[in-house]
């Protein structure tokens, strides 16, 4: 595992976090365990959580979220310590007006409800899960600088943001003397590329971080599903993933069934080419990857020493191109 400077901090990260979405949501402690005990056996330093994560997401129960960062909670005990806490606010806590987004109240009693599950006294890494277009940036700002004086937050990061929205907010925490966004969290494939157009070279040149998440696109680029299948028992897609249903579409089953021909030609197995591919782009921290098995996370864990040849970079780029219109 190869340990990486978190954008312009200090703070070093290995190339892989281990994402704990699917933790409490679709797998249960026991499972959870493996998935983490083979995660940091591995070398990996790196966890990443989210408050909202967990069964309430599908089944929009506020009561059942915070089921990952609960598991992680009873799961760490002393290795806490010798890892890289990352965990997320803003999303829907609660049915009132105030237990959401990034204003101060919301942020101040997030943080200690985030603490209280993780059973732990700071966060290295407290990220704004997405944008809130109705508080001020500011107003967010000056409460994250607040957490990061008190200790309980070590650095701020974000994610789900726009170039622009991290350069105003660089800008406001310049000016006020505030904390600034470390790192920045985007959804990042060979299947989702957007950020490629803005989002990477302004992180490359202003040193914030990039943690892309979901490196195989929930699991669509490991070849397990097919056009016009059912998708087999005990995965995502299976269980209903909105998300990972959006991107299934019959242009991408085809994108994908010719990165199988490739990946076969190369005898490299379909995840770990996805996950080194994320990994290959100079803009990239360290790629968010979910397991629901510890022989995923073994998969991932080789990835992360995956070096794609400039041809296969290239097949790729063909396979995977977006028309411009
Ligand atoms: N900031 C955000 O808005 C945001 C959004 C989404 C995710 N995230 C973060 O990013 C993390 C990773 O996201 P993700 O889980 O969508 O990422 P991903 O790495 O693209 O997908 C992981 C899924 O792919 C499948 N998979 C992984 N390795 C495999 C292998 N070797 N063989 C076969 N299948 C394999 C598994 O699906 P099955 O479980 O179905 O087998 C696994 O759950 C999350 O846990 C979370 O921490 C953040």
Redesign the pocket.
Known sequence: MQFRRLGNSGLKVSNL??????FGR??DEDSSARVLDAALDAGVNFV???DV?GKGMDNDTPDQKGESEAILGSLLGARRQRLVLAT?VRGEMGRGPNEQGLSRGHIMAAVDASLRRLRTDYIDLY?C??FDPNTPIEESLRALDDLVRQGKVRYIGC??FAAWQIAKAHGISERLGLARFVSV???Y?LLVRDVEGELLPFCRSEGVGVIP????????????YRKGEEPPA??????G?K??HALMSDETFDRVERFRAACTEWGL????V??AWVLANPAVTS???????P??????AAAAELQLSAEQLQTLDQIFATPRG
Request: aromatic share 4%.
């Open positions: 976090c281990l994402g704990t979405m699917a679709w797998i990443d959580t989210a994560y997320k990220q899960h997405s994610s789900n969290q985007p959804q494939s998440y979901s490196p195989m696109a929930r699991g669509l680029l490991t070849g397990k005990g995965t995502r897609a299976a269980a993933e998300r990972l197995a379909m995840p770990q996805a996950t790629a968010i990857v979910g397991a629901s098995k022989e995923q996370v073994a998969d991932a």
